[in-house]
């Protein structure tokens, strides 16, 4: 099983007795593990003595004074004792910590799968995703791994880790502050994640993925999500998205750029004619998963879904985009078209709307179908070490998954 | 600013060069006249537009700007090919950069494009005490590849809004044409210059 091999890997690195030298010099003679950041962040804000920048509700800046971000309406009373109602419900769904999580999945999946699409609510995100990605027991199984990781090991990657901290979610207040909580534990998370996995290592994009999830959890709870999501807990693993050549990134665009065609016949030609191709403006969708390109309130939903239902949910969001907007990109000429795929409409970019266009597409077939044929085209990646790497994780998911339930006890 | 009788060209140029070397920077201060401390590293690539005035020409530029990290290099050939001019950019305070530039020199040479105007820029000129990549070697570096070298400052705008001019100069359609009906249009293979001369230009 994965996390078997990479033990196996650390313990040889182990023997090899290496150098626990930090790059980031700055960062030596501070706490590294930050496991309790939440507080930690509320710390820092206030030990902060500048005044505090308007953020909304994610805690991002706010560029202009009234930036809508679509939940900064205030609530009326009706919607607040909704909101109550939902996460009283949600409580009782996944038990005190998660405890009852596993058998609510079992007994009532499409009760789950409902919920969730509807947007798991804020104060319980973080626990939820760890549960639904597989990655709270990757942690349980794995205990001092992280640490380890973090401490005790030199990654190629720090020079190219460092450089991109301040670059990614500049505009967030945890991750603005320099050499402030936010960047240390992203720096941790994607330095860890780069020696856990030497062959990815560290790719641009990572770190918005990394950030997405270090705003609702901890720093280890984040690395064990993101090696869920790249070697494959629950679904089929991501990490052809990192790797050498960025396998699954041209696969997905392969695919996309069918479907786009298939669903939006119209629109499908008229990216012919003005050469457009998905690489142009879907690349990034794919690579951080929607977490750069979107607006957070958006991402976040989308992420809910992701984790429970698989990238599915990727194609169908970008597919519902572009329906959303077809008739109007259509008539556009090239250059005003990369610029609208660049910037959807604020009415596109509300959940409630966007989302139920996204879930009434159905792409699972042809996902399969484009898949074989993408493979067939290509030269099935197979042949090569990363694909049967694939196979074996995929192999150890299955196995994962009949085990399911005992685990956690392990 | 175009008044009748002037010609307008639309021209692709590419940027590549190596991570935080100041691509992006360097676009948003020709384009937007702006700078950002901590710029957002690109994912995939970003497309702008900006225009510059040579003579009578209106040169609009349409600027594909890439991600630098080595692992997205099998994203970037969509971008150099049949781009006009390519704008290699490395940051003066890293002799790693410069090296990377050196390497997507080669690569776009070996593609045998002889139109395509390759510009040189040493970013990051405001940061002089921290200079590791010499002036003057880099000189004699461009002088003998062809290329046009400039030192910039997205920061401080040095030399920015020069450096895109200069390009704009050396376009080949810009030059007078030595053999016009044996011309070959420098972006023949460019799908945007297609897509978009055929809208705007006459
Ligand atoms: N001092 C100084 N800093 C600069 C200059 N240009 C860019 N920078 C800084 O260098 C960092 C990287 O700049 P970017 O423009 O994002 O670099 P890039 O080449 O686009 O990087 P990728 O998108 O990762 O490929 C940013 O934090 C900028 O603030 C400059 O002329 N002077
Ligand atoms: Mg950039």
Redesign the pocket.
Known sequence: MRIKDSSNVLQKQRNRKSRSLLVFHEFENLPYLMLEQENKKVDEHEAGSVALPKVDRFGFVKQEANSPDGLTRSRSAFEYEREERKIRKWRKMIGVGGSDWKLYLRRKPHVVKRRIRKGIPDCLRGLVWQLISGSRDLLLMNPGVYEQLVIYETSASELDIIRDIS?TFPSHVFFQQRHGPGQRSLYNVLKAYSVFDREVGYV?GMGFVAGLLLLYMSEEDAFWLLVALLKGAVHAPMEGLYLVGLPLVQQYLFQFDQLVKDHLPRLGEHFVQEMINPSMYASQWFITVFSYSLPFHLALRIWDVFLYEDVKIVFKVGLALLKYCHDDLVKLPFEKLIHALRHFPEDAMNPDTLLPMAYAIKVSKRLEELKDEYEKQHGKVSDSRIKQKLQQLNDADAALLQSEGKQICE | MASSGNKNINSKLVLL?D???????LVLRFVKGQF????E??IGAAFFSQTVAVNDTTVKFEIWDT???ERYHSLAPMYYRGAAAAVI?YDITNQESFERAKNWVRELQAQGNSNTVMALAG??A??IDARKVPEEATQTYAQENGLFFMET???TATNVNELFYEIAKRLPRLQPAPNPSGMVLVDNQSPSERAASASCCS
């Open positions: 670059r641009q | 060069g991570s935080g070397a100041g691509k992006s920077s950002i401390e901590f710029q590293s690109t991600a630098g990290q950019v970013n990051k405001d940061l400052s997205a920061k």
